[in-house]
């Protein structure tokens, strides 16, 4: 299934333009583009409008990165419209193009074949895939990665009156759209678990609509938790989301997760939990040749993405951002050579024993600011992690605070590890409960 899937996308794309196809791998193979507003396209005209014609079309063109993300329908197009937003530059030396795609194959197909795509976001699973059934030889020749993102969890609606994945066997789910990455793992979560479904495809918003009137009796969306679209619902319409039990075989490509009665009060009873599994997203690119003028743009988008990080894990954006370790690998991938120099120059490959000295190295409070984004970008991962295994109220929530009181808050962590690091305080004696209370107590 998984097989014909994708060989269904990527054989479309040949049989429909094979020269087509064809010309444009070979061009984005060479680092450049034709120039549709080139002379001989258009009648004769002034030497002085052409000389301004040529000047706006450069100025456009001059840090434009396309980026394909998910459809209409697919909440990594807010994480894009996310990317868009904090990475532009008002100078114009880079400029985010956002393109809405049509599923997590089409946007592989995109990123090797169609001209003006340079970066798509793409799910693990799809990633994987293509690697076990490639769809033409060599094609991890042309794909690579920037970086492992957020991950999204796999939702499960239904009635009340269902209980269980198995009782919706020869019922009908909705997978999504075709060739997304929604479809994808609803087909493999339903296939592990030996549930056989009479499986539809139709747009999220139209089947909520269904699975209202009795049409579908449940809808599978990935998403990344909360998702606004889900905290919508009320809890007087009877719907609540589906466990899905522990399996081997979901284990070995996705992770376990659980949603949470705080991320959807409407669905979820309080103090309860819905267990599911987790998917990766990854920020694909199209291998361009160092030294070519797009290889210059996307090392741009590399190094703003990377530098400006920070921002992007602060409110008002999504809290997934703050899942993101950008040093983790992708198995059986490459990463894009621009993005290794950053990671290797911030001393952040995986095997670098940098985070411990790191720390030892941060004499005060004051000093944490003065550390490189992805040195405080580490640090507040830790930050992250730690803040998980304190019992806290909303106000102290790390995500939920204002700018001013998140750095005051981070600045004081960057001294709590500092002392862990160092033994330069009685904290450093206690055990690691009392240690937990004590920077719970300076934190509310």
Same mark, same amino acid.
């Given at each position: 299934?998984?097989?014909?899937?994708?060989?269904?996308?990527?054989?479309?794309?040949?049989?429909?333009?094979?020269?087509?196809?064809?010309?444009?791998?070979?061009?984005?193979?060479?680092?450049?583009?034709?120039?549709?507003?080139?002379?001989? +396209?258009?009648?004769?005209?002034?030497?002085?409008?052409?000389?301004?014609?040529?000047?706006?079309?450069?100025?456009?063109?001059?840090?434009?990165?396309?980026?394909?993300?998910?459809?209409?329908?697919?909440?990594?197009?807010?994480?894009?419209?996310?990317?868009?937003?904090?990475?532009?530059?008002?100078?114009?030396?880079?400029?985010?193009?956002?393109?809405?795609?049509?599923?997590?194959?089409?946007?592989?197909?995109?990123?090797?074949?169609?001209?003006?795509?340079?970066?798509?976001?793409?799910?693990?699973?799809?990633?994987?895939?293509?690697?076990?059934?490639?769809?033409?030889?060599?094609?991890?020749?042309?794909?690579?990665?920037?970086?492992?993102?957020?991950?999204?969890?796999?939702?499960?609606?239904?009635?009340?009156?269902?209980?269980?994945?198995?009782?919706?066997?020869?019922?009908?789910?909705?997978?999504?759209?075709?060739?997304?990455?929604?479809?994808?793992?609803?087909?493999?979560?339903?296939?592990?678990?030996?549930?056989?479904?009479?499986?539809?495809?139709?747009?999220?918003?139209?089947?909520?609509?269904?699975?209202?009137?009795?049409?579908?009796?449940?809808?599978?969306?990935?998403? +990344?938790?909360?998702?606004?679209?889900?905290?919508?619902?009320?809890?007087?319409?009877?719907?609540?989301?589906?466990?899905?039990?522990?399996?081997?075989?979901?284990?070995?490509?996705?992770?376990?997760?659980?949603?949470?009665?705080?991320?959807?009060?409407?669905?979820?009873?309080?103090?309860?939990?819905?267990?599911? &599994?987790?998917?990766?997203?990854?920020?694909?690119?199209?291998?361009?040749?160092?030294?070519?003028?797009?290889?210059?743009?996307?090392?741009?988008? &590399?190094?703003?993405?990377?530098?400006?990080?920070r921002e992007l894990q602060s409110p008002p954006y999504h809290p997934k951002w703050r899942e993101i370790d950008v040093a983790a690998p992708v198995p059986g991938w490459t990463r894009f050579a621009a993005a290794q120099e950053w990671i290797t120059k911030a001393r952040l490959d995986t095997?670098?024993?940098?985070?411990?000295?790191?720390?030892?190295?941060?004499?005060?409070?004051?000093?944490?600011?003065a550390l490189s984004p992805l040195e405080r970008n580490a640090l507040f991962a830790q930050f992250v992690e730690y803040r998980k295994r304190l019992t806290v109220t909303p106000k102290s929530n790390a995500g939920l605070l204002d700018p001013r009181q998140r750095e005051a808050l981070f600045a004081e962590? @960057?001294?709590?590890?500092?002392?862990?690091?160092?033994?330069?305080?009685?904290?450093?004696?206690?055990? @690691?409960?009392?240690?937990?209370?004590?920077?719970?107590?300076?934190?509310?």
């Amino acid at each position: 299934m998984m097989r014909r899937s994708i060989l269904a996308v990527f054989g479309a794309v040949a049989l429909a333009a094979c020269p087509l196809a064809a010309q444009t791998l070979k061009e984005k193979s060479s680092g450049h583009h034709s120039d549709p507003g080139s002379a001989s +396209s258009h009648p004769r005209e002034p030497h002085d409008a052409a000389q301004l014609r040529h000047a706006m079309r450069d100025k456009v063109n001059g840090g434009l990165v396309g980026v394909v993300s998910g459809g209409m329908d697919a909440t990594d197009l807010g994480k894009a419209t996310d990317l868009a937003i904090n990475l532009e530059t008002k100078e114009g030396q880079l400029r985010p193009l956002l393109i809405v795609g049509k599923g997590a194959f089409r946007n592989v197909t995109d990123i090797v074949f169609a001209r003006g795509v340079d970066i798509g976001i793409v799910q693990s699973d799809v990633l994987a895939a293509l690697k076990r059934d490639p769809p033409f030889p060599g094609i991890e020749n042309y794909l690579e990665y920037i970086t492992k993102l957020y991950d999204e969890e796999a939702h499960i609606l239904t009635g009340k009156e269902i209980n269980s994945i198995d009782e919706l066997a020869s019922k009908k789910v909705n997978f999504g759209l075709p060739d997304s990455g929604t479809q994808m793992t609803a087909q493999a979560i339903f296939d592990a678990l030996g549930v056989s479904v009479e499986a539809t495809s139709f747009p999220q918003p139209v089947a909520l609509e269904k699975l209202r009137r009795g049409e579908i009796s449940a809808l599978v969306c990935l998403v +990344s938790k909360p998702d606004r679209w889900f905290r919508n619902i009320r809890s007087d319409e009877n719907l609540h989301f589906l466990p899905i039990p522990p399996n081997g075989k979901l284990r070995e490509t996705y992770t376990p997760a659980a949603l949470q009665a705080e991320d959807y009060p409407q669905l979820i009873d309080t103090n309860t939990s819905v267990s599911t &599994v987790a998917v990766g997203n990854v920020l694909a690119v199209y291998n361009w040749s160092a030294g070519s003028e797009r290889y210059r743009k996307v090392a741009l988008f &590399v190094r703003a993405f990377f530098d400006r990080m920070r921002e992007l894990q602060s409110p008002p954006y999504h809290p997934k951002w703050r899942e993101i370790d950008v040093a983790a690998p992708v198995p059986g991938w490459t990463r894009f050579a621009a993005a290794q120099e950053w990671i290797t120059k911030a001393r952040l490959d995986t095997d670098s024993p940098i985070r411990e000295a790191d720390l030892r190295e941060t004499a005060s409070p004051q000093e944490a600011a003065a550390l490189s984004p992805l040195e405080r970008n580490a640090l507040f991962a830790q930050f992250v992690e730690y803040r998980k295994r304190l019992t806290v109220t909303p106000k102290s929530n790390a995500g939920l605070l204002d700018p001013r009181q998140r750095e005051a808050l981070f600045a004081e962590f @960057a001294a709590y590890q500092k002392r862990l690091a160092l033994g330069q305080s009685s904290a450093a004696q206690r055990d @690691a409960r009392q240690q937990d209370a004590r920077f719970a107590a300076t934190a509310n």
